[in-house]
């Protein structure tokens, strides 16, 4: 199962291809956060990790911290026809909500 491409199917550490199973189970980049999450479910298979509740939110949080998806952001921004500007609108006004 191939993480979907953006510009090319290499991992950044330079250790493999951008899969699903080697961001959550092999990427030398995210040991940190598989140490914390996924490595306490005592699994190495990503397939096992996806399929329990457990293993779904781990994967979850991993993603969401390692901010992976990130890059496809712009590309679905441009599908949807919202500009540079519209965003950091919208972050701008996230912010003030906050306050």
Known sequence: MRVPEA????????????????VLMKCSKWSAEREELITPLHTTSVKEVLTSKAGGRAAIKMIQRTKILEQFKAMVEQEEGRTTKDREEEEEGSEEEIE
């Open 7 to 22: 510009t090319s199917p290499d991992c950044k550490c330079s250790e493999g291809a951008i899969t699903v199973e080697h």
